[in-house]
């Protein structure tokens, strides 16, 4: 056997080895968040969420009034994300980041999501950390809610 090789596996080994240690030494799991949110910081939370869900739908179905609130302009077609999508699930979110044909690269659920805007709809790309970024990509989440993670798939 090499000895690179077996260098390497007694690396990983202790990388291991240490990794369970921490996590021994933290009280055997690792969790984003040592307290548990309450009910009412929950409850804060998904009406934050929601108000996202609401305007995103808005702007899915093609509202002219949230477009102009948020000083977008989401198709100059007269197409809205629906007209293609007529039941949000048809974007697959779950599946993002993928290859993706019609872009011709790897690409993110937002690059999708304005490559949409710019070639079919023919409106305008929206910034990726915008509002109405924001709220487009939480109706469409919360629309697929439940779908089991599948990235990189079609």
């Known amino acids: 056997m090499d000895t690179r090789t077996t260098g390497a596996k007694r690396n990983r080994l202790l990388f291991l080895a240490g990794a369970l240690a921490v996590a021994g030494f933290l009280g055997g799991t ?28 808005k702007l899915f179905h093609g509202d002219a009034e949230a477009q102009k609130k948020l000083g977008v302009k989401l198709s100059n077609t007269g197409m809205a994300c629906a007209m293609c999508h007529p039941f949000t699930s048809d974007t697959h979110p779950a599946e993002f980041p993928k290859f993706q044909e019609q872009i ?31 709220a487009l990509e939480a109706y469409i989440y919360w629309s697929n809610k439940g779908s089991p993670l599948a990235a990189g798939t079609h």
Request: net charge negative.
């Open 30 to 57: 690792v969790q984003a968040h040592k307290n548990e949110h309450t009910k009412e910081q929950l409850k804060a939370y998904n009406e934050v969420f929601m108000a996202k869900v609401r305007l995103g739908d």
């Open 104 to 134: 011709g690269e790897f690409a993110t659920l937002r690059e999708m999501i304005n490559w949409c805007i710019e070639k079919p709809n023919q409106g305008e790309r929206i910034e990726p950390n915008s509002e109405a970024m924001k």
